[in-house]
Structures are given as structure tokens and as C-alpha cells.
């Protein structure tokens, strides 16, 4: 019990810390989004009007008054859930911008991470049980050449054959110009043609840290003392392999796996960005390029709050796979 409490005090300090510097770091970066919007529209020729950017300040709703009490109103305004309305798609709200786009990179990024891990760690693992044989040099050398590859050329290579080429999936988009976003069986055939090429390009490079980080942990703990042991008591190797081995070498992998997974939340800004997939991490992009700051603080902590509660659980996971971690902050 005393380490679970532990993990949750941590979590709460993490949290407290992650959402002040979410406050604090874009108030500190150079630039008045008010004064690059009235740039914008007026021209980079023409000057600069304050009155301009007073009115499109206050038509914005951009913060005002000292530090202090920007702090505790932004505090207030996270717990109700009110990030205030974007500056890059005016005047919607950063909620509505965010449960548009959310779904999208769930479905495609959550799905494709569960495979990539799933996929890696069953080959990471078969490859540490099959060592030093034909099956052990392809998995590892094959997955170490394809993580070579830059992964933009990797999509493009995907566009110019699958779509260019051979035309058979769209090149960019979450969905045609002539479907609506529905539930309809024609938007989801449509918009589920649109997901294939990010998809695979995700699935061809996301195996690969699991794969790598399986096989050699999985060799590292087939090494150890009480796994001599058992061979000495004559198991049969597969049950070493699964009981000894595996157990104990995919808790690193557990660990990255909720990371990544409470990442999923931000997206994958250049796959979406590539195939101008219309997900979180495209839309980050947009934000930080248009300098919206309630957008792009929206996103940043909704990215920290899904890593810090993934990697809360996986502690948590951690302490019933192994005891031993239970023992040590006991003792």
C-alpha cells in the first residue's frame, strides 16, 4: 500500500508542475498573436495599427492584469474545463476544435500503437527464445534496417505507390469532399480508405523499439540465475522462455507502451501532417504555427495529462507484476 500511495503523491506533485509550466512557457515565448493577426490581414507592408491590435486583443479575449492572477484564472478555468476560444479558428471554442479532431487520432494512432506493440513484443520475444539462429537474425536485422529509413521518405514512398501509382487509396485527407461526417456506411468506408496509408506507415516503423528492446531484455533475463536454475531442473524451454524470460523482460516494455499511449493524445504531427490527416497532431502544428496560444496550451496539457496518468497506471502495473519493487519501498 505505502508504494501505491507513493506513486499517487508523485503523480499529483508531476501534475501540479506540469500545469504551471503549461501556463508559464507561452507567456514567456517572443510575439503577440493579436499583432501577427492584424499583420496578416493588413499586409507586411503596410504599418502596424495599436487600435487594431487592441480591438482584435479584446476580440480574442487575450489575458490581461499581472502574473498572479492570470495564474489563479487559468487555474479556475482548467477545472471547469474552459480553455477560452482558438485565435486560429475563430471563435470557435478549444474544446469544440479538440472533440473534433480527438477521434480521429485515437482511432488511428491508438490502434496502430496497440498492433506495434503487440506485434513487437511477440517478435522481440520469439526472436530472444530463437537466439543466435535464422529466425533471430532476420527479425533483428531486418527491423534495425527498416529503422534506418527516414520515416517521411518511408510515406512518401507510400503515396507515390499506393496512391499515385496504383490509385488505390487516397493520398491526404480524413475523408472525401462529397462524404459528410456521419454515422453513415459511406463516410466510414470513406474515411477508413483515408486512414490506410498513415496507418501503414505507422505499422512498418512502430514495431521496431519493441522489437529491439524485447529481444534484448528477454536475452539479458534468459541469462540470470534462476533462469540457469530451471533449465538445471529440467523445465522445458518454452515455459523458461514465457515464465522467466518474458514476464520479467516486457516490464520495460510495459512502461513504454503507457507512454506512448497516453501520448496518443498529441498525435503524430508528422504523419498527420503528411497525409493531412485532420487528427490532434496536425492541428498542434496549426497552433504553434499561428502562435494560438489557448489551442496550443489546450493540447500541451492534455498530451501531459494523458503521459503522466499512462505512466501512473503502468507504475501501478508494475508493483502487481513485480513484487520486488513492492518489497523495496517497503523496506
Request: proline share 5%; hydrophobic share 50%; glycine share 10%.
Amino acid at each position: 500500500m505505502r508504494y501505491f500511495l507513493r506513486r499517487a503523491g508523485f503523480f499529483a506533485a508531476t501534475l501540479w508542475a506540469a500545469v504551471t509550466l503549461n501556463f508559464l512557457i507561452p507567456r514567456l515565448q517572443p510575439g503577440d498573436p493579436a499583432e501577427a493577426i492584424v499583420a496578416r490581414l493588413s499586409g507586411r507592408s503596410q504599418a502596424i495599427d495599436p487600435a487594431q491590435v487592441a480591438a482584435v486583443r479584446t476580440m480574442l479575449g487575450a489575458p490581461d492584469g499581472t502574473l498572479l492572477t492570470q495564474y489563479v484564472n487559468y487555474l479556475g478555468a482548467v477545472l471547469r474545463g474552459e480553455f477560452g476560444v482558438s485565435y486560429t479558428y475563430f471563435p470557435y471554442p478549444v474544446t469544440h476544435m479538440i472533440g473534433q479532431a480527438l477521434w480521429w487520432t485515437v482511432i488511428l494512432v491508438g490502434v496502430t500503437h496497440v498492433l506495434s506493440f503487440a506485434v513487437g513484443t511477440l517478435l522481440g520475444a520469439w526472436a530472444a527464445h530463437r537466439r543466435n539462429t535464422r529466425a533471430d537474425s532476420v527479425i533483428t536485422l531486418g527491423s534495425t534496417f527498416v529503422g534506418t529509413l527516414p520515416f517521411f521518405w518511408l510515406a512518401l514512398m507510400l503515396i507515390y505507390l499506393f496512391a499515385i501509382t496504383l490509385n488505390w487509396f487516397p493520398a491526404r485527407g480524413g475523408y472525401g469532399p462529397g462524404s459528410n461526417p456521419g454515422w453513415s456506411w459511406i463516410f466510414f468506408s470513406d474515411a477508413f480508405q483515408h486512414s490506410v496509408l498513415p496507418a501503414l506507415a505507422l505499422l512498418i516503423v512502430g514495431p521496431i523499439g519493441w522489437i529491439i528492446g524485447m529481444r534484448n531484455n528477454m536475452v539479458q533475463t534468459l541469462g540470470e540465475d534462476y533462469a540457469r536454475l530451471a533449465r538445471a531442473k529440467g523445465l522445458p524451454q518454452r515455459r523458461i522462455a514465457l515464465t522467466y524470460g518474458a514476464r520479467i523482460a516486457i516490464l520495460p516494455n510495459v512502461t513504454g507502451f503507457a507512454m506512448a499511449l497516453g501520448g496518443i493524445l498529441g498525435g503524430t504531427v508528422l504523419v498527420e501532417s503528411i497525409f493531412n490527416y485532420p487528427g490532434l497532431g496536425r492541428m498542434m502544428l496549426d497552433s504553434v504555427t499561428n502562435r494560438d496560444y489557448p489551442l496550443m496550451q489546450a493540447l500541451f496539457l492534455f498530451i501531459t495529462i494523458g503521459v503522466l496518468l499512462a505512466n501512473f497506471l503502468a507504475d501501478m502495473l508494475y508493483g502487481v507484476l513485480d513484487p520486488r519493487v513492492r518489497r523495496e519501498v517497503a523496506a
